[in-house]
Nanobody, 121 residues
Framework: QVQLVEFGGGLVQAGGSLRLSCAASGRTFSNYAMGWFRQTPGKGREFVAA????????VYADSVKGRFTISRDNAKATVYLQMNSLKPEDTAVYYC??????????????WGQGTQVTVSL
């Protein structure tokens, strides 16, 4: 059973930083890509960033490029999202996700419970 648990959300002022963590269990973490998504009320889930199973490849949404950094520690089975220069429009529930299949960065089938990030003016 794959389990993903996010940590690190909270309230921060615009311009500030937060680091989200997602601890994974239930399978060999280093064989799978990991991603971060976010969702606000009334909107669909939005892709934020993804990282390949080795960590050698990353992809970002245009809205966060240059401000957010995704990374992973395969020894700790954890993926991180460092968020800098936060804006009020970054306010959302943030979810980490992983695909069912190895060696793919898509078909995100496994999800964490989400962590709230609120950015105030």
């Amino acid at each position: 059973q794959v389990q993903l648990v996010e940590f690190g959300g909270g309230l921060v002022q615009a311009g500030g930083s937060l680091r989200l963590s997602c601890a994974a269990s239930g399978r060999t973490f280093s064989n799978y890509a990991m991603g971060w998504f976010r969702q606000t009320p009334g909107k669909g889930r939005e892709f934020v960033a993804a990282i390949s199973w080795t960590g050698g490849s990353t992809v970002y949404a245009d809205s966060v490029k240059g401000r957010f950094t995704i990374s992973r520690d395969n020894a700790k089975a954890t993926v991180y999202l460092q968020m800098n220069s936060l804006k009020p429009e970054d306010t959302a529930v943030y979810y980490c996700a992983s695909p069912t299949s190895q060696a793919t960065m898509g078909a995100w089938d496994h999800w964490g419970q989400g962590t709230q990030v609120t950015v105030s003016l």
